[in-house]
């Protein structure tokens, strides 16, 4: 009996089959749910940092009261140190400056006045109302026929003869009396068709636009232009006969009445 049972088979145990998670479903959905429920996540309110102990634990015994904390405790400079050199001259603006002369005029008890600054051509006339200008436009090819000063700048138009279809028509200027220059391009405006009378061509009438930065609004200061036209490989200029066209600031003062002065001064 001993014998049969050492030989006796070893009896195989079976793990246990996996679970399955627990199943649920929504009050709006009849399909389940297998996913675990999301936890909360917990948030910390970000603190700031300490100035030093000290202060960490006078801020127990006086919760209520503003703690005060200088750049130098979070490793900051605590000044910011600005070096300038004996030629710089001090940057005030034009407006800071403005008030200030206001507010001593009105101080002084004198009358008011405020110097204005405006530009004035040096040419007589509008090229355009004389006489010759459909003669000086055949020679030239290209002639101004006006310009006006502005709050925007110098506005104004010129006239070409339409030589052909492909044409530019640009302006060259300078504040500096030609130690420097600038360019800019006109912009088509209209067409006039050719004079069967005459025999001659068509022109086309372009409009232009100079700005005038108020730094150079001072008195004395000029502004002058010429006029370029390119067409069909040529250039043909208006420059005045060689003496360009000019513009010249001049001033003059404005006495403002009693009654507007606090306005004025506010309104600046």
């Given at each position: ?19 399955e ?12 749910h ?36 200088f ?65 000086r ?20 138009s ?32 209209s ?24 730094f ?14 390119r ?38």
């Amino acid at each position: 009996g001993e014998e049969a049972a050492g030989k006796r088979k070893p009896v195989s145990i079976r793990p246990p089959a996996p679970r399955e998670p627990p199943c649920s479903k929504t009050p709006n959905d009849s399909s389940p749910h297998c996913e675990p429920k999301p936890k909360p996540i917990i948030r910390r309110r970000a603190r700031s940092l300490p100035s030093s102990p000290h202060r960490r634990r006078g801020s127990l015994k006086d919760s209520g009261s503003q703690r005060v904390r200088f750049v130098d405790s979070l490793g900051l400079d605590l000044a910011e140190v600005k070096v300038f050199r004996a030629g710089d001259d001090p940057s005030v603006p034009l407006h800071v400056l403005s008030r200030l002369l206001l507010s001593s005029e009105l101080a002084s008890g004198r009358q008011l006045e405020i110097p204005l600054h405006y530009l004035q051509a040096d040419y007589p006339a509008q090229p355009g109302d004389r006489v010759d200008f459909h003669q000086r436009l055949r020679h030239q090819r290209v002639c101004l026929e006006r310009a006006l000063c502005s709050e925007l700048g110098i506005t104004g138009s010129v006239w070409v003869l339409n030589l052909a279809f492909e044409k530019e028509v640009g302006l060259r200027y300078s504040f500096t009396g030609w130690k420097s220059s600038a360019d800019t391009k006109a912009c088509w405006e209209s067409s006039v068709r050719e004079d069967r009378a005459d025999g001659g061509p068509g022109s086309d009438q372009f409009r232009f636009h100079l700005p005038v930065p108020p730094f150079i609004l001072h008195p004395g200061a000029t502004l002058e232009f010429a006029i370029c036209y390119r067409v069909a490989g040529a250039e043909f200029w208006d420059n005045n006969d060689g003496r360009n066209y000019s513009f010249t600031c001049h001033s003059y003062k404005l006495t403002v009445p009693k009654e507007c002065e606090d306005s004025l001064v506010h309104f600046i």
